[in-house]
């Protein structure tokens, strides 16, 4: 299923009985039929962390089992608390992370416990990006229609000494339906 105000799936919640759009925040109840072919008690598929976290439970019924994920971490505390949490021996035994992208440098890192590495490593390709600048896009934003609105996006990483910054600012339209979206940190 999917919302009728963004390009995101509906995403089924078994503690809540609902279903929600983690994009715009929509919340509906379950339909009794599928919305596509209309068959009756749609089956709720998937490997989201509450289910992983379920079958876990229910495999190793004595193991002390917590979740992170959009659902479980929405306050800032929840983020601040989650080291104590998973990595200094209030919860024993594994960490399991459920992730599209096992293979990127962060989660290959944060498994074999080398924050120094990946820094390094991210530091350097950084720098390398830092000398010359560079403009992606225009493409469709990873959400391309949100609460009702097509998106697109562009990225341009440059040093802010190099004025490429301040030219793409300017050249974006001032169309009140086009936002601009800068970092905190690249309005100084």
């Known amino acids: 299923m999917r919302c009728a105000q963004c390009d995101s799936n509906l995403t089924f919640h078994r503690r ?10 929509e919340e509906l109840p379950v339909p009794k039929s599928c919305p596509s072919c209309t068959a009756p008690n749609p089956r709720h598929l998937g490997a989201g962390s509450e289910r992983v976290g379920l079958l876990v439970k229910k495999l190793f019924p004595s193991a002390r089992v917590s979740r992170m994920d959009s659902d479980t971490m929405v306050r800032r505390e929840h983020y601040e608390d989650a080291p104590e949490r998973f990595g200094r021996g209030v919860l024993d035994g594994r ?3 459920q992730s599209a992208t096992p293979g990127h440098p962060a989660i290959v890192a944060a498994a074999k416990h080398d924050y120094e590495g990946f820094a390094r490593a991210e530091s350097r390709l950084r720098a390398e990006v830092g000398k010359t600048g560079q ?9 391309a229609r949100l609460r009702g609105r097509h998106r697109k996006h562009v990225l341009v990483k440059s040093p802010r000494a190099s004025g490429a910054f301040e030219r793409a600012r300017r050249r974006l339209p001032d169309d009140p339906q086009c936002a601009r979206d800068v970092p905190r940190r690249a309005r100084r």
Do not use: N
Not at 16 to 25: F, T, W
Not at 135 to 143: D, N, Q, S, T, Y
């Open 135 to 143: 403009v992606l896009g225009p493409a469709e934003a990873p959400i």
């Open 16 to 25: 809540i009985g609902r279903v929600v759009c983690h994009a715009c925040c």
């Open 95 to 97: 960490i399991v992370v």
